[in-house]
């Protein structure tokens, strides 16, 4: 059994500890100007609410002592369990870690349709490396999907949303320096955005789009390396 924890975590809800949302705004009308493009390179029917700018590593729970730091197009990370505000051994051999991240998120365009707190941000859990289907359709709508987030910023403006990335892999120690080392990863790989009512429509008939990405408004991944 080599992830013996996937289906505990999977389960699990994002959990969203804290979102600062900087202003509100009423518009529902879509930014025609505002557009974003699939994976496969073509413009997208609604245009893109958001930006995750990047994603922030927090030292135990002081989410203001920042270790490591993804952005878009650079998803490399390495992240120490000595930092990790939860670890602890599930079965010999294999470790569970789960660090403090803080998501920053920016407006970029208003909602093609009317939303209030249909936000979600669900955890992505897939095993590394990531192969090229992992994301496809079928992963959605979201099996165990998680508490609404409001993100009701103005355009231009961003918030910050508190929230846990959690790692399970398996831990060898190596002589001859009695040093850890973990493969077999398996965990957060993606943070992504949706509104509930624009992926629906994105997803099903007649647009039928392909992948999770292409109906999240937007979306981040992450590349883990574990080290002690």
Same mark, same amino acid.
């Given at each position: 059994?080599?992830?013996?924890?996937?289906?505990?975590? *999977?389960?699990?809800?994002?959990?969203?500890?804290?979102?600062?949302?900087?202003?509100?705004?009423?518009?529902?009308?879509?930014?025609?100007?505002?557009?974003?493009?699939?994976?496969?390179?073509?413009?997208?029917?609604?245009?893109?609410?958001?930006?995750?700018?990047?994603?922030?590593?927090?030292?135990?729970?002081?989410?203001?002592?920042?270790?490591?730091?993804?952005? #878009?197009?650079? #998803?490399?990370?390495?992240?120490?369990?000595?930092?990790?505000?939860?670890?602890?051994?599930? $079965?010999?051999?294999?470790?569970?870690?789960?660090?403090?991240?803080?998501?920053?998120?920016?407006?970029?365009?208003?909602?093609?349709?009317?939303?209030?707190?249909?936000?979600?941000?669900?955890?992505?859990?897939?095993?590394? #490396?990531?192969?090229?289907?992992?994301?496809?359709?079928?992963?959605?709508?979201?099996?165990?999907?998680?508490?609404?987030?409001?993100?009701?910023?103005?355009?231009?403006?961003? $918030?910050?949303?508190?929230?846990?990335?959690?790692?399970? *892999?398996?831990?060898?120690?190596?002589? #001859?320096?009695?040093?850890?080392?973990?493969?077999?990863?398996?965990?957060?790989?993606?943070?992504?955005?949706?509104?509930?009512?624009?992926?629906?429509?994105?997803?099903?008939?007649?647009?039928?789009?392909?992948?999770?990405?292409?109906? *999240?408004?937007?979306?981040?991944?992450?590349?883990?390396?574990?080290?002690?």
């Amino acid at each position: 059994m080599k992830y013996p924890y996937l289906s505990h975590l *999977a389960s699990l809800t994002f959990i969203i500890t804290a979102a600062i949302a900087v202003s509100c705004t009423d518009h529902t009308e879509p930014d025609p100007q505002t557009g974003c493009r699939l994976v496969d390179g073509t413009a997208r029917l609604y245009p893109c609410e958001f930006e995750i700018l990047k994603v922030e590593f927090c030292n135990k729970l002081n989410i203001n002592d920042i270790f490591g730091t993804v952005m #878009p197009g650079h #998803p490399d990370v390495t992240l120490p369990i000595s930092l990790a505000w939860s670890s602890f051994h599930p $079965s010999p051999g294999f470790v569970d870690a789960t660090f403090k991240v803080k998501i920053h998120i920016k407006r970029v365009s208003n909602p093609a349709f009317d939303v209030f707190d249909q936000y979600i941000m669900p955890q992505i859990i897939r095993v590394l #490396p990531v192969g090229p289907d992992a994301f496809d359709i079928s992963s959605f709508p979201p099996v165990f999907p998680p508490l609404p987030v409001r993100l009701d910023m103005a355009i231009g403006d961003t $918030s910050i949303v508190i929230a846990d990335a959690s790692y399970h *892999a398996r831990e060898q120690v190596l002589p #001859p320096l009695n040093k850890a080392v973990y493969s077999e990863i398996s965990g957060n790989v993606l943070f992504l955005i949706y509104n509930m009512t624009t992926a629906n429509a994105l997803a099903n008939t007649p647009n039928n789009y392909p992948t999770i990405l292409d109906v *999240a408004e937007s979306h981040i991944t992450l590349n883990p390396t574990l080290v002690e």
